[in-house]
């Protein structure tokens, strides 16, 4: 048999010690392949979804602009009826106050009347007729005012709504 010498188990130590190392390094090697294969997995389920959220998020902004179009013409709608009852409204409120300014006017040439009479049978008019006479001249004078403020503001609505109507074509 071979002696084994100190300068034998030198080398065998150093051969087991380069063995050992080539064994690591192939296990470390086999390890990094398996983390990059996990990392690769991963960043391709992540790349997958993050695909999957940009479809979403598509599909969401479509259905969001849909509603909002389906809204805005709704709302368009619902403004139309409500001029239109704003305008029934304000017409019926300004033939009201037509009506009673006209009424009232002939209220006051009626007590016009009285007081001429009056003057010429050589009466007196009191206080209360004087001041319901004043009332009635100041009511006409209220009542065009509301009458005038009404057309300037029907102007004003009509104006608007052909700007609108312009900017729509």
């Given at each position: 048999?071979?002696?084994?010498?100190?300068?034998?188990?030198t080398?065998?130590?150093?051969?087991?010690?380069?063995?050992?190392?080539?064994v690591?390094?192939?296990?470390?090697?086999?390890?990094?392949?398996?983390?990059?294969?996990?990392?690769?997995e991963?960043?391709?389920?992540?790349?997958?979804?993050?695909?999957?959220?940009?479809?979403?998020?598509?599909?969401?902004?479509?259905?969001?602009?849909?509603?909002?179009?389906?809204?805005?013409?709704?709302?368009?709608?619902?403004?139309?009826?409500?001029?239109?009852?704003?305008?029934?409204?304000?017409?019926?409120?300004?033939?009201?106050?037509?009506?009673?300014?006209?009424?009232?006017?002939?209220?006051?040439?009626?007590?016009?009347?009285?007081?001429?009479?009056?003057?010429?049978?050589?009466?007196?008019?009191?206080?209360?007729?004087?001041?319901?006479?004043?009332?009635?001249?100041?009511?006409?004078?209220?009542?065009?005012?509301i009458?005038?403020?009404?057309?300037a503001?029907?102007?004003?609505?009509?104006?608007?709504?052909?700007?609108?109507?312009?900017?729509?074509?």
């Amino acid at each position: 048999m071979t002696e084994i010498t100190p300068t034998l188990l030198t080398i065998i130590a150093g051969l087991l010690l380069i063995a050992q190392t080539l064994v690591q390094s192939w296990i470390s090697a086999r390890k990094e392949k398996r983390d990059y294969a996990r990392q690769d997995e991963v960043a391709a389920r992540v790349a997958h979804l993050h695909q999957e959220n940009i479809k979403k998020s598509d599909e969401i902004a479509a259905l969001a602009k849909s509603a909002d179009e389906r809204i805005r013409k709704h709302l368009k709608v619902i403004d139309k009826q409500g001029k239109q009852i704003h305008i029934l409204v304000n017409s019926d409120m300004t033939a009201a106050r037509t009506s009673e300014r006209d009424q009232v006017q002939s209220t006051l040439v009626a007590l016009k009347r009285v007081q001429v009479l009056n003057r010429k049978l050589k009466i007196v008019d009191t206080p209360e007729e004087l001041e319901t006479l004043e009332s009635t001249k100041n009511r006409i004078i209220e009542l065009n005012a509301i009458l005038s403020d009404r057309e300037a503001a029907f102007r004003l609505l009509t104006k608007q709504e052909e700007e609108e109507k312009q900017n729509e074509e």
